[in-house]
């Protein structure tokens, strides 16, 4: 079932440094996953590209290519889940990985058994979106989201959206008129919570209105609640 922990995926972990690994590597096995690792952005995405891992945990910093532009490179060829690891303190800066296309991140130092929780989220997700795929694509107005070949067409011209972005997407497309709550985009969308995800929400938002207003017509299809969330518009 979707809303259960997919045990024994493939799990490619990205990191120098190989304590961080080792713990990684220890807790996630004990959930049942393969574990797979690479110490290099370099061998980590010809890695991605050979196993087809079902989910990566990439570190930022790393040697020869840094964990920004490997989820660069991975967005443009898959959808694969990626969890990316960060020291970075300031938001503007984790958002940007959220940007390029990471689901999630999580930042040093952090607990293992954290990490652990959100790669279970993160596949429970994933599995979730599979199993919601059905064979008529959504539409709403000029919005058309194809859950199963993972596209969104704005007006018939197709629109490129992060993993994210998608969800957020279809989530509104499917209930066109509903306001969701912050906290209904956080369980539906994200799965948990995390300090300072308002604000996350709020910067998602922003860029997929960004990418969809492009077309003419779209404007402010997408609607801001104040005071309680958002919605899409059904008129």
């Known amino acids: 079932m979707a809303d259960e922990p997919q045990l024994g995926s493939k799990i490619l972990v990205v990191d120098d440094?190989?304590?961080?690994?080792?713990?990684?590597?220890?807790?996630?096995?004990?959930?049942?996953?393969?574990?797979?690792?690479?110490?290099?952005?370099?061998?980590?995405?010809?890695?991605a590209r050979e196993e087809q891992p079902s989910l990566i945990v990439l570190d930022l910093m790393l040697p020869q290519m840094d964990g920004m532009e490997v989820c660069r490179a991975l967005r443009a060829e898959s959808s694969v889940p990626v969890i990316m690891l960060t020291a970075m303190v300031e938001e503007d800066d984790r958002l940007a990985g959220l940007d390029l296309g990471a689901d999630d991140y999580v930042t040093k130092p952090f607990s293992p058994r954290e990490l652990a929780a959100r790669v279970r989220a993160v596949l429970r997700r994933t599995a979730r979106d599979r199993d919601d795929?059905?064979?008529?694509?959504?539409?709403?107005?000029?919005?058309?989201?194809?859950?199963?070949?993972?596209?969104?067409?704005?007006?018939?011209?197709?629109?490129?959206?992060?993993?994210?972005?998608?969800?957020?997407?279809?989530?509104?497309?499917?209930?066109?008129?509903?306001?969701?709550?912050?906290?209904?985009?956080?369980d539906r969308v994200f799965g948990y919570d995390f300090d300072g995800f308002d604000r996350t929400v709020d910067a998602h938002m922003s860029s997929l209105r960004r990418k969809v207003d492009t077309v003419p017509g779209t404007a402010k299809r997408i609607q801001t609640v104040y005071g309680s969330g958002y919605r899409l518009s059904n008129g």
């Open 17 to 47: 440094d190989p304590n961080v690994v080792e713990l990684v590597r220890l807790y996630l096995e004990r959930d049942g996953h393969e574990v797979l690792t690479a110490s290099d952005g370099v061998a980590g995405l010809e890695m």
């Open 133 to 186: 795929a059905g064979p008529v694509p959504l539409e709403s107005g000029p919005f058309t989201v194809d859950l199963r070949q993972r596209t969104v067409s704005v007006d018939g011209t197709p629109v490129t959206l992060t993993p994210t972005e998608f969800r957020l997407l279809a989530l509104l497309v499917r209930e066109p008129g509903r306001t969701f709550t912050r906290e209904q985009i956080i």
